[in-house]
């Protein structure tokens, strides 16, 4: 059963509902599906079968499903498209996107503890997964994203919003797949990782947001029409690329350097990432 299928089936389980159609029109939406695929790669680098990783990539795509409902709401960056289709909110009604929202977090963690893992990395991993999506992760990011529109001027502020925001969701899959392959000591070199590449996945949003219409993009451009200080308004976009470059440059040298892990599939997904145009 392949990701897309895996992910339908997840969601048809629940009742029939207006929230549940609200859920599944986000969550099955295309997207790049990023993170689960990290996870993935990261499990069969370390030489697991990968459904091994089923409940947790399907848990970490519905997590950040649920943040980008949140984050296209009217309180927060009130958006109108996401994934080339009119954000939840617009399609259904802020209050069903709000519960949609809140269901696609609940179910995330419902889903992760149906894991076959043995008990001990499943409940690490949970913990994981709710410290890093958490008031300490990227809702923190979230939060310091919003006062970012009112007082924010300098790079290492934008840094630090996306070590949260983006890169705490680029890591845990990482980290996740070093728990259930038994290597918690890869976990603090893997959060740097995702660190990296959360950060030059943002500052491509950046440069893209400027370069794209909503259209060619797939969702809205809000960071200029919201005035938020990024990568591209601080440095320009000829710096902005060489500090992407620069980070996914130092992301594929570290998992190069990682022992007893086959890098090859991870190190071309970074490649592949790096050229994306959406």
Known sequence: MNFEQLLKEKIEALPQSRVRDAMEYSLMAGGKRIRPSLLYAAVRGYGLEENIADEFA???????????????????????????RPTCHRQFDEATAILAGDGLLTYAFE???????SPDK?????????????AGGMVLGQCLDIFEESGTTSWQ???TIQKYKTGCLLSVPLMIAAILAGRPQDMDAWHRIGN?????????????????????????????????VTSVSL??????????NGLYDEA?????????????????????IRCRTK
Do not use: W
Not at 64 to 78: F, R
Not at 111 to 117: D, G, L
């Open 111 to 117: 889903v992760a503890a149906s894991s076959p893992c």
């Open 58 to 84: 399907c848990a970490i795509e519905m997590i950040h499903t649920y943040s980008l409902i949140h984050d296209d709401l009217p309180a927060m960056d009130n958006d109108d498209l996401r994934r080339g």
């Open 196 to 228: 990296q590449i959360g950060l030059a996945f943002q500052i491509q949003d950046d440069i893209l947001d400027v370069r794209l219409t909503p259209e060619e993009f797939g969702k809205s451009t809000s960071d200029s029409d919201n005035d938020k």
């Open 122 to 134: 499943t409940t690490a991993a949970l913990r994981l997964l709710a410290e890093m999506a958490g």
């Open 235 to 244: 440095f320009g976009i000829e710096t902005a690329e060489r500090m992407m």
């Open 252 to 272: 594929i040298s570290s998992v190069s350097s990682f022992g007893e892990f086959k890098a090859d599939e991870i190190i071309q997904m970074i490649s592949d």
């Open 157 to 159: 502020d934008v840094e």
